[in-house]
């Protein structure tokens, strides 16, 4: 296993409400990521940090904000969250060994938005 | 745009029925093409990691080619427990993102 916690696993919340996803990674790699995995759309990347205070934005990023205040630590905030963030979220580190790079995936975030 | 698009969507064999899942990509300056193998409840299990048209890598009864507009995975003599949703994704040279295409969802029938 990489190494990747997300918390929680599950979450239930109503419209409105703020809720923040947490993704911890014990391997120090400097780049994780954010994705949100939908029927139909795959797996589609929200945000991305490649380190400490460095973020960008992934190609769904309305309506969500990350930090990252420490390597290992990843944050997903979903400031009022609606019905259409009704998804799976997964954290994703990025191996870097020598010239190899690939994506290690934590278990997963099941959100549902009432 | 990168872009990815796999096919089919859903595929049905019966066990040891060989088969090819398909992956197209558009992308500027491919950095590297990825497989994942998912289980429901769990995340993206990481399989291979092809660079350049022509390459080619294999484990078990997997093996995954290359070329410059698309990638196979084939499924040799497939069991049950090959039965997953395999993804495809492709990561643009200097760009640390990746993108995934929606998935094939194997089922492999004893």
């Known amino acids: 296993d990489a190494g990747i916690t997300q918390s929680p696993r599950h979450k239930v919340t109503e419209t409105g409400t703020p809720v923040t996803l947490r993704c911890h990674q014990t391997?120090?790699?400097?780049?994780m990521y954010w994705y949100r995995q939908d029927p139909g759309h795959g797996l589609r990347l929200i945000h991305y940090?490649?380190?400490?205070?460095?973020?960008d934005k992934g190609e769904v990023s309305d309506g969500y904000s990350v930090s990252r205040s420490k390597t290992e630590d990843f944050l997903l905030t979903l400031e009022s969250a609606t019905s259409s963030q009704t998804s799976v979220y997964f954290c994703?580190?990025?191996?870097?060994?020598?010239?190899?790079?690939?994506?290690?995936f934590g278990s997963g975030t099941q959100l549902s938005v009432l | 745009e990168d872009q990815v698009t796999q096919s089919p969507e859903a595929l049905r064999l019966q066990e040891g029925e060989s088969s090819s899942l398909n992956c197209s990509y558009t992308?500027?300056?491919?950095?590297?093409l990825f497989w994942y193998r998912q289980d429901p409840g769990k995340g993206p299990e990481f399989l291979f990691t092809?660079?350049?048209a022509g390459e080619e890598k294999e484990k078990e009864r997997l093996k995954a080619t290359l070329t410059k507009k698309e990638s196979f995975l084939h499924i040799t003599a497939p069991k049950p427990e090959d039965s997953a949703t395999y993804l495809c994704?492709?990561?643009?040279?200097?760009?640390?993102?990746?993108?995934f295409g929606s998935g094939t969802k194997l089922n492999v029938k004893p």
């Open positions: 994703a580190i990025s191996d870097t060994t020598g010239s190899n790079e690939k994506l290690f």
């Open positions: 391997e120090n790699h400097r780049y």
């Open positions: 940090s490649y380190g400490v205070k460095d973020t």
């Open positions: 992308v500027s300056g491919l950095r590297g």
């Open positions: 092809l660079y350049s």
């Open positions: 994704a492709v990561q643009a040279r200097n760009f640390n993102k990746f993108y």
